[in-house]
């Protein structure tokens, strides 16, 4: 096991606190973060247990990934190291200190070190119902004998599509294609606890848990919402379709006045059209992508397509 650990007993000065990080630039980090930090000066321990450790060069990683069979492990590195990393990237890091018994911290520091084992670590991650955030929460939860709740409602009722557009963007290009790529089920609304995949929310929600006494289960940390970047106009899929619009519309000006229709526009268009369709036939059959799916929104292409190009035939009429 990494950092040499072992199923020592905690000491009485040891604290579990939980960890979100601050969305990040890429794709995968736009959601943020979410670990645990076992923190015990008596036993030289400072380490954080990370479930959000995956592999590029895993075999055929990358069809695995569209398949929706991404293993991802329980990484273990010292608070130093993972500090480090978001210091360089210079994304705010928030602790939380839960408040647990002695046995309670025991039993979530055993289940720590055996999700830690070779044997144990990988797991078949889900970005939706398990992942980063949604581990560590169950396994505070077990600790607790599930009395944890919270009166933090957020966006109760909002839908995953809503949600997600909301980490990256109304108007981003990667908004649009995951909205292409999702079917009904992403709009379903989310209760509170189904919000919890997602770091924020688990950090929101971890702020004001109490047990089913009324005590609090974090200390009171100074936390803060993320911050999310908004999306340049000139980098937003809006501009990017009514760039498409104009020069399709063009194009088909230019048709009228030459009296022949330029079929390999509409052919050019097409073809990204298809293999999306194809996509998303495949994610929806043979993948384990719990919110893929067709929805109206693959109409979208098509039907600003044929406006773009309803000049042509009109008047030619």
Request: with cysteine.
């Amino acid at each position: 096991m990494s950092l040499g650990l072992q199923a020592q007993t905690l000491s009485d000065n040891a604290r579990i606190s939980l960890i979100t990080c601050a969305p990040g630039e890429e794709l995968y980090a736009r959601f943020g973060h979410t670990a645990l930090r076992v923190y015990d000066p008596e036993n030289n321990l400072d380490v954080v247990f990370n479930y959000g450790i995956f592999d590029f060069n895993t075999d055929h990683f990358y069809w695995k990934f569209v398949r929706g069979e991404t293993w991802y492990e329980l990484g273990c590195t010292s608070m130093r190291w993972f500090m480090l990393e978001y210091e360089q990237e210079k994304r705010a890091v928030y602790q939380q200190e839960l408040i647990l018994r002695p046995e309670e911290r025991e039993t979530l520091w055993q289940a720590l070190i055996a999700n830690a084992q070779p044997e144990n670590k990988l797991y078949l991650y889900n970005f939706v119902f398990d992942n980063c955030a949604t581990r560590p929460y169950r396994l505070i939860c077990k600790a607790c004998k599930d009395s944890v709740s919270s009166p933090y409602t957020g966006y109760t009722g909002q839908t995953y599509r809503a949600f997600i557009r909301h980490y990256i963007g109304r108007y981003s290009w990667a908004n649009a294609g995951i909205n292409l790529l999702f079917g009904r089920k992403a709009d379903q609304p989310m209760d509170s606890e189904q919000r919890l995949f997602l770091p924020e929310e688990l950090m929101m929600y971890m702020q004001q848990a109490q047990r089913s006494d009324g005590t609090a289960m974090v200390q009171g940390n100074h936390i803060e919402p993320f911050v999310i970047a908004n999306t340049p106009w000139y980098h937003s899929w809006p501009f990017g379709l009514v760039l498409y619009f104009l020069f399709v519309f063009l194009m088909s000006i230019y048709d009228l006045r030459r009296r022949r229709l330029s079929l390999w526009v509409d052919v050019l268009a097409a073809i990204p059209y298809v293999l999306l369709l194809l996509i998303v036939t495949f994610l929806t059959f043979f993948s384990c992508h719990p919110l893929v799916g067709f929805g109206w929104r693959l109409l979208i292409i098509p039907f600003t397509h044929v406006c773009a190009r309803s000049a042509y035939f009109i008047v030619r009429r």
